[in-house]
């Protein structure tokens, strides 16, 4: 029978810092503002004939990496039924609820993303990292993203399912 083992990655420098809103509904979101969003991980993998079963600094690149992409930016989510986001010269136009605002091009990220949430932040990740694990013998791969200590939010894979939870 094949041994799994489970590594936890959960690095203070895993971090992002990032102006967002949450959108509750069409007509309901929250005010600009900015969280230190920090970013962990727990990979299962097989265990190899040497005695470990993934070389967690591959991974820790890789998470590093991802959240050097997000730090200080404002984020956008580019697939919210409730705002459209234009571009407008060198700034997005965002129109939510009736009302317009401009972002600069330059400082914003817009997000194949429905919402600003920890979880779709998560799910954003775990895609990423996904992409860039493929091919690596994972059995699963977790992300998890919050926005501060106690709120988080996380999204999993399996390959036994090949589902995203
Ligand atoms: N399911 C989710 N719900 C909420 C999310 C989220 O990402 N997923 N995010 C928010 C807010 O953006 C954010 O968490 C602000 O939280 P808030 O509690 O108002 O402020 P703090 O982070 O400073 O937390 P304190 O408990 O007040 O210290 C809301 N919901």
Redesign the pocket.
């Known amino acids: 029978m094949e041994r799994l083992a489970t590594l936890y990655i959960d690095k203070e420098s895993h971090k992002f810092s990032a102006a967002?809103?949450?959108i509750f509904s069409a007509t309901e979101r929250?005010r600009l503002?900015g969280?230190n969003f920090s970013v962990s991980a727990m990979i299962a993998a097989p265990m190899g004939d040497n005695g470990f079963a993934a070389d967690y600094n591959v991974y820790k690149r890789r998470i590093k990496g991802l959240c050097d992409e997000l730090d200080e930016y404002m984020v956008l989510p580019g697939h919210s039924p409730y705002q459209s986001v234009v571009e407008d010269g060198d700034n997005y136009r965002v129109s939510f609820n009736g009302e317009d605002m401009w972002f600069l091009r330059s400082d914003t990220l817009v997000l194949p993303i429905v919402?600003?949430?920890?979880?779709?932040?998560a799910h954003y990740l775990l895609r990423r990292m996904l992409e860039e694990s493929a091919g690596e013998a994972l059995a699963e791969l977790e992300i998890c993203v919050a926005?501060?200590p106690?709120?988080k939010?996380s999204a999993r894979w399996s390959a036994m399912d090949e589902g995203i939870a």
């Open positions: 967002h809103y949450t929250e503002h969280h919402n600003s949430t920890v979880e779709e932040f926005s501060g106690g709120q939010g």
